[in-house]
């Protein structure tokens, strides 16, 4: 093959070949997607996925960072589908997307939908813009800075054997570059032929060059140019993502970009595209993995080993969607606990979000941390909230508890305006799947005797218990004259009246009020822990009480 890169005169021949249906010029391009009339300082940023049917906590995480430094601006977030790569694409899985990063508060002013489209610099999908990046793709070539590459898949893996036998990097650069200067003649005739071509990016890197780069999470970095000939467009023309994402971010007006440092190793080329079409670079901002602890040493969370990976984990389990977005800003940020402690009753949205205070090394993962979290939030809720959260869930996850909860909608409040409200709220809850255990014994289909009574008390002694207390109990008293009624239960039948008293004299008493109280709640409820004991038995009502308290004697007895 000869070895002669093209004049412009033969570039401009084969230009009608190649892009015969291109008339649209990038001149035209530019003045139909204008510079955005946004204030000075607005952040344009994006989320720009691939509909897989994967969507991770990842996503969420670069998703907030993004919507954040958009709207903290009083910029615009958009959502872009890459959906480049039609081989990996999951039929339906542009929906699932929008609809979680919505359920998770991501909102887009612009971008796909699934309504349709919103915004005036689509089409937001990659694959209805192929005739965009064509323009593009004809401007480079047109200055020599692209040329077409007819190696088959076979003749690919043959130059990888070759390299990897000489121990030399990987890629289509140098000598392996077979097409990079063919003469017209030889592309001519492989056209002739119609020989499947793909559009290569004619690099002008080199592994000696290093490029200052500063990047606003990573800081300054000292990057190896590119060398490599990568594709601009495949076989079908359809574009790479490399090629793509650099001329929508262009054309979109795309001021910062938020992504995983995995696609650090690319950013050369990216660089390289940018200056070679003549486009301003977007800011970038690298986010470092997710961590989890593994024994003594961290790890990046797995898809294949972690269900907390994936976005449809904190659905299932339950965890309201502000628990989920104020656990990641507090792994975004280090200073939003303070601030959270400082402003117990402000919206997390108006906490101010910085990227300076982003890690660079990436976050970790804290599951116990992110139930505390959750812990706090739904303390924090009315009890018509929290309803309203759970029919939500319940109605998808547990149609059950569902039915209880929805049949007596003023039963239902009653359970869930148990300690909550005034300084201190009950924290009894992290998900909503804990609401079954919480709550189930307040319906009798739903009533399970899981815990045993306390051990070191006879069966003659809690028979004696519940058998004196039987008469004593009235749905009328407050929780002072029921705990009145059952102090002075257990001082009749030697126990002590408080656990102090117990604890300096045990030789005197057979125990204290609080395993008294404990004989009563699990038999009441079946559990050993649940909320204000005198405020579920007002709730379930004397009938039910009373009933629970015999059927144990019973028991007892049997």
Known sequence: MEKRPLNPEERNELCAILFPNVTITPEELEEKFPPRSLPEGAVVSRM??????????????????????????G???FLRVEDTDAKREVAGAIDVLIETLSHYGIQFDEGASIGGEVGNYGPYYQRL????????????FLEGLAYPCFCSEEELAAIHEQQEAEKANFGYFGKWAKWRDASLADIQSALAENKPFVLRFRSTGSLENKIHFTDLIKGDLEITENDIDHVLLKSDGIPTYHFAHAVDDHLMRTTHVVRGDEWLSTLPFHLQLFRALGFRTPKYLHIGPLMKMDGTSKRKLSKRKDPELALTFYKAEGFPVEAVYEYILTILNSNFEDWRRANPDTPASEFRFSYKKMNPAGSLFDKMKLLDVSKNVIAKMTAEKVLELVLEWTAEFDPELCGFLSADREKALAILSIGRGGAKPRKDIAVWSEMREYLGFFYDDLFVEKDPMPENLSKEDIKEILTQYLPLYSPKDDGTVWFEKLTQLAVSLGFAAKPKEYKQNPQ???????????VLRVAVTGKTASPDLCSCMQILGKETVCRRIQNTIAKLNG
């Open 48 to 73: 720009a996925p691939s509909p897989t049917g994967f969507v991770h906590l990842g996503n969420l995480v670069q998703g907030l960072t993004s919507e954040r430094m958009s709207h903290q601006s």
């Open 75 to 77: 910029g615009v977030l």
């Open 129 to 140: 813009r192929k005739e965009i990046y064509h323009v593009y793709a004809k401007k480079l």
């Open 508 to 518: 005197a008493y057979k125990g204290h009020i609080g395993d008294v109280s404990m």
